[in-house]
């Protein structure tokens, strides 16, 4: 099979590496992929959401399947836009039409998708700007803290949380009246505020069977101690311990089995990941967001653990024979250390010579946001390479992780020391 994986990040990177490694794969290109999948497969200079060159390439260099790391395409209908052609619809998609991606495109979409179909979920009420000052009334029957939601895609930033009632007040004026983030804030979802650990659940559907993957705890912000602004994500690990057999028992009674047969009730086709952002309060899952996608870098934590073919996989989504597929899943642990760009997530350089590469032995070194420049590999990105460490329990594999990121230098390395440590403590 000829493959193409639309992406550029470590996430991308993992799902580069693992279809490498299928005895089906014949061609495998990334777009526009960074310096490590360049080693890998072939990159390719297009931009996963200019849909009409991915469809001319696509076409020209026979390509089978069509596996999408980030979100942005997904929203924008890439499924539609091949289905809908007769000379492009044999190429399988991996991921949802524009209908299911709405879970991650429509914050409201979600809310209303879960209290149709009794899912657990925080309380909510949808604002716009004309309903702006019943909006205000309603954050005052609310005790803080206040979670306020801007309908759209924001790129991780539409989700406000307010210490008090003057600022949530200010915050709200500002996504509606002012149009804060844009056409993203012209709805805004506000919610009940759910204390408790988070972790991510993973599930690949055919539209009719499902399958669990490896549940993962992200560390979203920039600071130690879960401090500073919100990231992309600085780290993971799996497996999560508290989501123990009991805990996952609920999510799939719960959460899973409600949500797949919620979609194929509201006859939205959906073939793809859902990534389920939980929120364990005391001891009861609750969903705090859908994604139509893998998470990045939760990808780098669960995918090393799969050990079953995933392109055998991702071919029996197509045919919803899911169902016959092996899942074997490792007994390790993963644990990832995002290595960031000094400024990040706002500003910073790009261009510095990576060194020690090389060097990074008992760790897997996963590019994100890495080019190539001459014989040099320079970061291009905010987050420009994750490490992942393998072991028999999460302190081996933090240490393998940690012994590989110290081998890495860059001018303005920055990356958090402290990824684990709240679950070590737990355990
Ligand atoms: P989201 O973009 O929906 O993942 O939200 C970003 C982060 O905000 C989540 O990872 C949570 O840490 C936090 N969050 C979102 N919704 C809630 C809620 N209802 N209660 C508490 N924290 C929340
Ligand atoms: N790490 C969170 C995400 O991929 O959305």
């Known amino acids: 099979m000829n493959i193409l994986i639309l992406g550029s990040g470590g996430r991308e990177y993992v799902f580069t590496e693992k279809i490498a490694k299928s005895t089906e794969c014949k061609k495998l290109f990334v777009a526009p992929g960074n310096a490590g999948t360049a080693q890998i497969a072939e990159n390719i200079n297009l931009s996963p959401t200019d849909f009409k060159s991915i469809a001319k390439f696509s076409l020209e260099n026979n390509i089978d399947m069509i596996v999408v790391g980030p979100e942005a395409p997904l929203v924008e209908g890439i499924r539609d836009y091949f289905e809908g052609d007769e000379k492009l619809k044999q190429i399988q998609i991996i991921g949802p039409g524009k209908a299911g991606a709405e879970l991650e495109g429509s914050k409201e979409f979600a809310k209303s998708f879960m209290h149709r179909h009794n899912i657990p979920t925080a309380a909510y009420s949808t604002f716009n700007k004309s309903t702006l000052s019943e909006g205000l009334s309603y954050l005052q029957t609310l005790k803080p803290p206040y979670v306020l939601k801007a309908d759209g895609l924001a790129g991780g930033k539409g989700v406000v949380i307010c210490e008090n009632l003057p600022t949530a007040e200010k915050s709200l004026t500002e996504m509606l009246r002012d149009e804060k983030f844009g056409a993203a804030s012209e709805k805004v979802v506000i919610e009940e505020f759910l204390s408790g650990i988070e972790l991510s659940v993973f599930v690949l559907t055919d539209g009719e069977n499902y399958k669990i993957l490896p549940a993962a705890k992200d560390y979203k912000r920039i600071g130690e101690g879960d401090t500073g602004l919100n990231t992309g994500g600085m780290g993971a690990v799996s497996p999560v311990k508290f989501a123990d ?156 992780a940690y012994a590989g990121a110290n081998k890495v230098c860059w001018d303005d390395i920055y990356y958090r020391k402290d990824i684990g440590q709240d679950l070590l403590a737990l355990e």
Do not use: C, W
């Open 245 to 400: 057999a009991n805990f996952m028992e609920k999510v799939e009674s719960k959460i899973i089995k409600p949500t797949v047969d919620g979609l194929k009730k509201d006859k939205i086709d959906y073939q793809g990941f859902i990534f389920i952002g939980l929120m364990n309060v005391g001891g009861e899952p609750y969903v705090i967001e859908y994604n139509v996608r893998m998470g990045d870098p939760e990808t780098q934590v669960v995918l090393p653990r799969l050990k079953s073919d995933l392109l055998s996989i991702f071919k029996s989504l197509k045919s919803q024979e899911l169902n016959k597929e092996e899942f074997i899943i490792s007994e390790q642990t993963a644990a990832t250390i995002v290595l960031v760009a000094g400024g990040y997530p706002e500003s910073y350089e790009k261009g510095k010579v990576i060194k020690g590469l090389e060097d990074v032995e008992n760790a897997k070194v996963y590019h994100a946001g890495t080019a190539q420049n001459d014989n040099e590999i320079v970061t291009a990105g905010g987050r420009v390479l994750a490490i992942t460490g393998i072991g028999d329990d999460l302190n081996i594999s933090l240490k393998n």
